[in-house]
């Protein structure tokens, strides 16, 4: 595609529940990232593919958060059990290849845990 | 833990004038460097990359790097309004981006 494409662009759930969260690369990107931005901060870095294999997930809070990428394209997050505080925009980026190809960010999805 | 730091905002400057954005990293490894622009409740865009010592100039924006002293720098010189935005660094310690917290410019007409 023309762009990193995420869906949905806003997701409203209720505390306890599971969500995914999903993400298109640019077509041909193989790297991939996961981010999520609270109001006021940089963005916090989540996870990195590299193809279909996480080559990084030391920035997953913890286990209720999960990762894939099955066809080394697009990626789901998974969040279980949601909690009020992770409530925030989940970013996703892709690049070319490994590390230092510059990296481009699709549109995010806000997350709202009521 | 391998962090950069961005120099405290927000910053104000007149249009016409240079706004300069800085960052201090903190390890000597890393060999890649970004800026990115974030409009209020949008995503991130790049606008400059830097992956060699000295400076990097595109348009209005110079990117300065300098990896003895772990600091990189962008001016936007010729500040318009429309440059108002949170300015994110960004290096690559560890191949997963590694983001600033941001430094907030408003460009005042």
């Known amino acids: 595609g023309a762009g990193v494409s995420q869906t949905p662009s806003n997701k409203v759930t209720e505390k306890g529940k599971y969500v995914e969260l999903r993400c298109d690369p640019i077509s041909g990107h193989t790297a991939l990232y996961w981010y999520r931005q609270s109001l006021g901060q940089g963005p916090e870095f989540l996870i990195y593919f590299q193809g279909t294999g996480a080559a990084d997930d030391s920035g997953l809070p913890n286990d209720r958060f999960f990762a894939v990428r099955p066809e080394g394209s697009v990626s789901t997050l998974k969040i279980q059990r949601t909690e009020r505080g992770d409530s925030a925009v989940y970013l996703c980026?892709?690049?070319?290849?490994?590390?230092?190809?510059?990296?481009?960010f699709g549109q995010g999805t806000r997350l709202t845990v009521v | 833990q391998k962090e950069v730091e961005q120099n405290s905002g927000p910053l104000s400057v007149p249009e016409g004038a240079i706004a300069s954005l800085n960052c201090t990293y903190s390890?000597?490894?890393?060999?890649?460097f970004f800026w990115y622009r974030q409009y209020s409740g949008k995503s991130p865009e790049l606008i400059m990359s830097i992956y060699s010592n000295g400076d990097k100039e595109d348009g209005r924006f110079t990117a300065q790097l300098n990896k003895a002293s772990q600091y990189v720098s962008l001016l936007i010189r010729d500040s318009q309004p429309s440059d108002s935005a949170t300015y994110l660094c960004?290096?690559?310690?560890?191949?997963?981006?590694?983001f600033g917290s941001g430094t907030q410019l408003t460009v005042l007409p």
């Open positions: 390890d000597r490894v890393s060999q890649s």
């Open positions: 980026a892709s690049s070319a290849g490994q590390g230092g190809t510059e990296a481009f």
């Open positions: 960004a290096w690559e310690p560890a191949r997963q981006l590694t």
